[in-house]
């Protein structure tokens, strides 16, 4: 005997489905409000004009006992995540998507052994395949929340890595750590000592399965321009003119891929930048180290083209940095346009474009 399944026992056509929908608007166009309501009171929006017709009847009590059950929270919606056929513009890879600037409190091991904790600014990100909507943003916070309290290193971060890149079923990602670190220093000749502070960034990526670490560094410092300083000493040589050379602040990034399993430390980095241009900008300052910084100044005057190779020459001794990039801005006194250079060693920052903006993010706020 042959049993045959009823229509019903069987999933509606989309065809089906809109024949349905189209008699239920039918409906409820010549239906009275009374009659939608004991149906359905969603039911009214579907007539065209009507769409938000019931707002005004819908309940403005925040329910403070509702709790979301497995059931409930099967229904909601959710577009960010949805089908390819939600997809809008070019159905295209995305190299970059995630959250940016998501802050938290986390703790950093300083080079003596010591740990201390810092407002740190995150960014986080994966790549998107080109049939996928979305992703969830929140995952990256929550995977990253996992390991916020732990002391962070390069491992840490790679587990972290790990983790949001598991939970969103991505081939690629990325994270970014932004925060400003205290070092101690002393003035050139007073004895005093204050907090200059480093604007520091830890990098974690990941592309095609070959990971890569990279820090990065603003460090602040004066630039005395050699040939003002030379016009300057011709007028007092030969006039006996008083004549001063124009210095300004100057900035540097540096951004290194570390390549050892040696740690390179943030004080590390710092001090290869103080070697290459020791000119660095002073915290404490009494009568004795605003001479000391002149005669300092004096000492080691330089162009923007000279910096970007002094730092270049610094880093180059160190075995455990790889690729890298040096970003000079000479921020100038005598014009009112800057003086830039831009320095790379290896693949890993070449770059035949420049960011718009680029220069204008190398300032020093105090």
């Given at each position: 005997?042959?049993?045959?399944?009823?229509?019903?026992?069987?999933?509606?056509?989309?065809?089906?489905?809109?024949?349905?929908?189209?008699?239920?608007?039918?409906?409820?166009?010549?239906?009275?409000?009374?009659?939608?309501?004991?149906?359905?009171?969603?039911?009214?929006?579907?007539?065209?004009?009507?769409?938000?017709?019931?707002?005004?009847?819908?309940?403005?009590?925040?329910?403070?006992?509702?709790?979301?059950?497995?059931?409930?929270?099967?229904?909601?919606?959710?577009?960010?995540?949805?089908?390819?056929?939600?997809?809008?513009?070019?159905?295209?890879?995305?190299?970059?998507?995630?959250?940016?600037?998501?802050?938290?409190?986390?703790?950093?091991?300083?080079?003596?052994?010591?740990?201390?904790?810092?407002?740190?600014?995150?960014?986080?990100?994966?790549?998107?395949?080109?049939?996928k909507k979305g992703i969830n943003m929140s995952r990256i916070m929550r995977s990253f929340y996992k390991h916020a309290e732990k002391t962070?290193?390069?491992?840490?971060?790679?587990?972290?890595?790990?983790?949001?890149?598991?939970?969103?079923?991505?081939?690629?990602?990325?994270?970014?750590?932004?925060?400003?670190?205290?070092?101690?220093?002393?003035?050139?000749?007073?004895?005093?000592?204050?907090?200059?502070?480093?604007?520091?960034?830890?990098?974690?990526?990941?592309?095609?399965?070959?990971?890569?670490?990279?820090?990065?560094?603003?460090?602040?410092?004066?630039?005395?321009?050699?040939?003002?300083?030379?016009?300057?000493?011709?007028?007092?040589?030969?006039?006996?003119?008083?004549?001063?050379?124009?210095?300004?602040?100057?900035?540097?990034?540096?951004?290194?891929?570390?390549?050892?399993?040696?740690?390179l430390w943030f004080e590390d980095l710092i001090d290869m930048a103080r070697r290459a241009v020791p000119t660095e900008t002073q915290v404490?300052?009494?009568?004795?180290?605003?001479?000391?910084?002149?005669?300092?100044?004096?000492?080691?005057?330089?162009?923007?083209?000279?910096?970007?190779?002094?730092?270049?020459?610094?880093?180059?001794?160190?075995?455990?940095?790889?690729?890298?990039?040096?970003?000079?801005?000479?921020?100038?006194?005598?014009?009112?346009?800057d003086a830039v250079s831009i320095l790379t060693e290896g693949d890993t920052f070449v770059s035949g474009s420049i960011d718009p903006k680029?220069?204008?993010?190398?300032?020093?706020?105090?």
């Amino acid at each position: 005997m042959n049993i045959q399944s009823s229509k019903s026992d069987r999933p509606m056509t989309r065809e089906e489905a809109k024949d349905a929908l189209d008699k239920l608007r039918a409906w409820a166009s010549a239906a009275n409000p009374t009659e939608i309501a004991e149906l359905d009171p969603a039911v009214a929006r579907l007539i065209p004009g009507n769409e938000v017709s019931n707002y005004p009847d819908l309940s403005r009590d925040y329910p403070e006992d509702f709790t979301v059950d497995p059931d409930y929270k099967a229904t909601l919606p959710d577009l960010q995540n949805g089908p390819t056929s939600l997809i809008k513009g070019a159905k295209k890879q995305i190299q970059h998507v995630g959250i940016s600037n998501f802050r938290l409190p986390i703790s950093y091991r300083t080079r003596d052994g010591g740990d201390v904790t810092l407002e740190t600014s995150v960014t986080g990100t994966v790549s998107l395949e080109e049939d996928k909507k979305g992703i969830n943003m929140s995952r990256i916070m929550r995977s990253f929340y996992k390991h916020a309290e732990k002391t962070f290193s390069f491992e840490v971060l790679e587990h972290a890595l790990a983790d949001y890149k598991a939970d969103l079923d991505s081939f690629d990602a990325r994270i970014q750590m932004r925060f400003r670190y205290p070092m101690k220093i002393p003035s050139l000749r007073s004895g005093l000592e204050g907090y200059q502070y480093y604007d520091l960034a830890m990098e974690k990526v990941e592309i095609g399965g070959q990971p890569m670490k990279i820090m990065h560094l603003d460090y602040v410092y004066s630039s005395t321009c050699p040939c003002s300083l030379e016009l300057s000493e011709h007028a007092r040589q030969f006039r006996g003119q008083l004549a001063t050379p124009h210095s300004q602040r100057s900035v540097a990034r540096i951004s290194v891929v570390t390549k050892s399993i040696q740690r390179l430390w943030f004080e590390d980095l710092i001090d290869m930048a103080r070697r290459a241009v020791p000119t660095e900008t002073q915290v404490m300052v009494k009568r004795e180290d605003e001479q000391a910084f002149a005669e300092l100044n004096a000492a080691n005057p330089i162009f923007v083209e000279d910096a970007a190779r002094l730092f270049c020459r610094e880093l180059q001794q160190d075995e455990r940095i790889g690729d890298f990039r040096v970003i000079a801005s000479h921020q100038e006194s005598l014009h009112s346009h800057d003086a830039v250079s831009i320095l790379t060693e290896g693949d890993t920052f070449v770059s035949g474009s420049i960011d718009p903006k680029l220069f204008t993010t190398l300032f020093h706020v105090g």
